[in-house]
């Protein structure tokens, strides 16, 4: 059953291209997300494998999703209005099934002071998941979501990366950091890449990706610079391209740019 609900997830070149679409737990209305119906439209054109959102939008726009695959954030942390405790968990599999999806998605944060608290959430809800036969997503982010560079490092990410896979993570997301080709040589799960905030140009994003997938990262989980692209559509049908067809950036810019 893990296997089945991971290949509406992954395709057969062992590969994902996840849209990131649960900012709102934390933002609200963020940019790009204001009215999702839209958004989501141009995310399915544009060729994406999966999506990881909310229970309220995974609810409310069904219709929209259909076509991806679906991943609900089962956690949560702090606001923009307050703040709680890391390592929140906010909804149970069975909820995750009742609503369709295909796997589930928790964070962790190995180095962090909430360290204990964040992992015994994320192997509590794989034991969970597991026995229903329900893949999950380890998000697994040394330091925490605001760590320093200095605990971004590759032999860091690489160190939370198998920390993910030892407790039971079906596949894991992980910031990308240089020399990350030690990450994917020694995470035994597929490992995709987060895209964190929108900063840069578009085309630094897009070698970022370039440059994970040619050392063994299985693809990414990228949101606020896929939904706050000025043009969603085209942003995404770039980054499938690098993904699925092994373009080159510069390819992949020519479809961002018509």
Known sequence: MVERRLNHIFRPDGRAFIVAFDHGMIDGPAKGMEQPAET??????????????????ALRFAKEIEPLGLILRMDGGGTKLG????????????????????????????????????????AKIIGDAHKWGVPVMGEMVPGGFDSPDHMRTAESISIAARIGAELGSDWVKIPYA????????????????????????ERIMLEKIRSALDVGAKG?????????ADDPYAMTAAVAALIHENVSVDEAMKILNG
């Open 40 to 57: 989501l439209k141009k995310i399915v054109k544009g060729g994406a494998d999966a999506i990881l959102t909310t229970y309220g939008t």
């Open 220 to 228: 990414v989980a990228v949101g606020r610079n896929i939904f706050q």
């Open 178 to 201: 240089d020399g990350f080709e030690v990450v994917t040589s020694t995470c035994y799960v597929p490992a995709v890449i987060l895209g964190g905030a929108k900063k840069g140009s």
């Open 83 to 122: 703040k709680m405790g890391v390592g929140s968990q906010f909804y149970n599999i069975e909820d995750a099934i009742r609503i369709g999806a295909d796997a589930v998605a928790v964070s962790a944060f190995p180095g962090s002071p909430d360290e204990e608290e964040s992992m015994r959430t994320l």
